[in-house]
């Protein structure tokens, strides 16, 4: 599916914090001094997952600030399957212009190599470009559960082996892996209900089929505002502004790394040469200064998250080395 952006005006207001991070990475960007002006000609996002995602509607939101910014065409494709292994092979075999891209959550580039024997591309043929949001996991359980704290949640899990269903986003996703950091961490033993996705995890929850879920904010927000739902606790050293009720896992005494964050970050085919990541990192930065961008996904639970290159790099580099030595210790494997 492909849409066309025209220019959108941009938003006035301070966000000084927020502008203060963004020009450091424009500092960076501009400091190499043959990053060239992006795009030449019409260029694509691939989202590899389904219309109407988070990552898809960061995507446009991107696309359409890019291209206004730009005055070229910025499209979206979606390229859903196989835990975003389709749209990523994708990429990782077009033409190394920087008019081919992946939105993407970077977290499934670290890990897939490590979850699936074969892949039709290798880790090696993608390279970072910017990370572009990022939204924080939370711990949410029905509120007739009967524990109303993480404290209570875990004191049931030990007395109860097993006998705690978590609903997540599928084997290997940052939901499953982050269950299996809380197992590890408390030695309990809890039973992961997989579902194809954040949206029918949660339904499931809603619905009284399973207790909990570990997922992002946007998809219970409702829930929780309607008493329906109670947030036990969130993965951030600073309490999220949309559940200001809900302790951070610090706060909850527990380890504020056990709920891995998802970053939704755009890579490259890795032959790409440098100067155009920087002109495309900087065009990125561009777009993530606009206050309107900023507050447009705030609401939806995502912080606007720029990065460098290396920065993005090192990430994937850190995620599968911790969570690689988890899938392996774990025996996780999918086909």
């Not at 952006?5 to 501009?30: K, Q, Y």
């Not at 699936?116 to 949001?133: E, H, I, M, N, W």
């Not at 097993?162 to 961490?185: D, F, K, P």
Request: hydrophobic share 45%.
């Amino acid at each position: 599916m492909n849409q066309v952006f025209t220019a959108a005006p941009a938003s006035s207001s301070p966000l000084r914090r927020h502008l203060l991070a963004v020009a450091g990475v424009l500092l960076l960007a501009a400091s190499g001094a043959q990053a060239q002006t992006w795009p030449a000609q019409t260029a694509s996002i691939v989202v590899p997952y389904t219309p109407g995602s988070a990552p898809d509607v960061l995507a446009r939101g991107l696309a359409e600030r890019l291209s206004g910014a730009t005055d070229k065409t910025v499209v979206v494709e979606n390229k859903p399957g196989a835990n975003a292994i389709v749209g990523s092979d994708a990429v990782a075999k077009a033409a190394a212009t920087g008019n081919t891209l992946l939105l993407v959550d970077r977290l499934t580039l670290s890990v897939n190599p490590v979850l699936y024997a074969k892949l039709p591309y290798a880790a090696r043929d993608l390279t970072g470009v910017s990370d572009v949001a990022s939204v924080d996991l939370a711990v949410v359980c029905r509120a007739d559960a009967p524990f109303k704290t993480w404290s209570e949640m875990i004191d049931h899990a030990r007395k109860h082996p097993g006998a705690l269903m978590v609903a997540t986003g599928g084997q290997g996703s940052v939901h499953h892996l982050s269950l299996e950091l809380i197992e590890r961490h408390y030695g309990v033993q809890i039973t992961d209900v997989p579902y194809k996705g954040m949206v029918p995890a949660a339904a499931a929850v809603v619905g009284g089929g399973v207790p909990c879920v570990v997922t992002g904010p946007e998809t219970v927000l409702e829930h929780i505002r309607s008493g329906r739902l109670r947030g036990l606790v969130v993965g951030n050293a600073r309490r999220s502004p949309l559940m200001p009720d809900v302790p951070t896992l610090a706060e909850a005494g527990a380890p504020g790394d056990l709920l891995i964050p998802t970053h939704f970050t755009l890579f490259a085919p890795a032959r790409t040469p440098p100067q155009v990541i920087r002109g495309i990192n900087a065009a990125v930065a561009r777009a993530q200064a606009d206050p309107g961008f900023v507050s447009t996904f705030a609401a939806r639970g995502l912080v606007i998250a720029p990065g460098t290159p290396e920065q993005v790099n090192a990430g994937v580099e850190a995620e599968t080395a911790r969570l690689g030595k988890l899938i392996r210790d774990a025996n996780i494997r999918l086909e």
